[in-house]
């Protein structure tokens, strides 16, 4: 079944690409258990605005290279995210989220903004940083139907082009930050070559922050980029 490119899908997609991409020549990244997530919320931090913020509000808010420190270069945008021919088998839950039924629409974040960052001191390592934005009464469900979808299933398979890959997905414990949280570590097979990626979703208001790539980094970074969505 082919899926609609909506934002939400894209959290599959988004690792099945990123998968494709490593297959041309780089190295996995390896599980690493270096940088623990920092856990809690700052004690100050202000209630986020309830109302949904436009893309362009979303942009000004992703990291950027001064964020991350050395060693990041940040990645020229493309449209692969887009594209609408990365099939998903294996996983009803996951099957069922595409297509124009009602779930499908409720799921469709309408304003999102994303940057994705290489880590030239860890070769094959990338981080990628989505953000999306919606009424918490449509964001708030529709994140959690996705990732429990995602991690209910662990074992499926998904299909980009004709490219197919091998999905095993492992629940992880949620980080303390923000009024949600959602951490899931996925394991893609596709040529003989395994890449480990973690990736956490955080709602804080009417935002989602989705931090996606190398487990440490996306340990590393987590916090900062909750704290900057947050405005």
């Not at 991350?68 to 021919?85: E, H």
């Not at 094959?124 to 940083?129: K, L, P, R």
Request: hydrophobic share 40%; glycine share 10%.
């Amino acid at each position: 079944m082919h899926r609609r490119a909506s934002a939400a899908l894209s959290f599959a997609a988004l690792a099945a690409l990123a998968v494709s991409g490593c297959a041309k020549g780089s190295a996995s990244p390896a599980v690493s258990d270096s940088a623990p997530a920092a856990a809690g919320k700052p004690a100050a931090a202000a209630k986020p605005a309830e109302a949904p913020l436009s893309s362009a509000a979303l942009s000004r808010r992703l990291l950027d290279e001064s964020d991350l420190g050395q060693g990041y270069t940040r990645q020229a945008k493309t449209d692969s995210g887009d594209r609408d021919d990365v099939t998903v088998i294996g996983c009803p839950a996951l099957e069922k989220l595409g297509g124009d039924g009602a779930a499908g629409g409720d799921l469709d974040f309408p304003n999102s903004a994303k940057a994705t960052f290489s880590y030239t001191r860890g070769p094959g390592s990338e981080v990628t940083e989505e953000l999306y934005s919606d009424t918490v009464a449509k964001l708030a469900p529709g994140t959690r139907t996705v990732f429990e979808a995602m991690t209910g299933c662990p074992v499926y398979q998904v299909v980009v082009g004709d490219a197919p890959i091998a999905v095993t997905t492992q629940k992880l414990p949620a980080p303390a930050l923000g009024d949600e949280a959602w951490s899931q570590l996925l394991t893609f097979t596709a040529g003989g070559r395994d890449t480990v990626m973690k990736q956490t979703a955080v709602r804080t208001g009417s935002v989602l922050v989705v931090v996606s790539g190398s487990p440490a980094l996306v340990d590393t970074h987590l916090a900062r980029a909750v704290d900057k969505a947050r405005g």
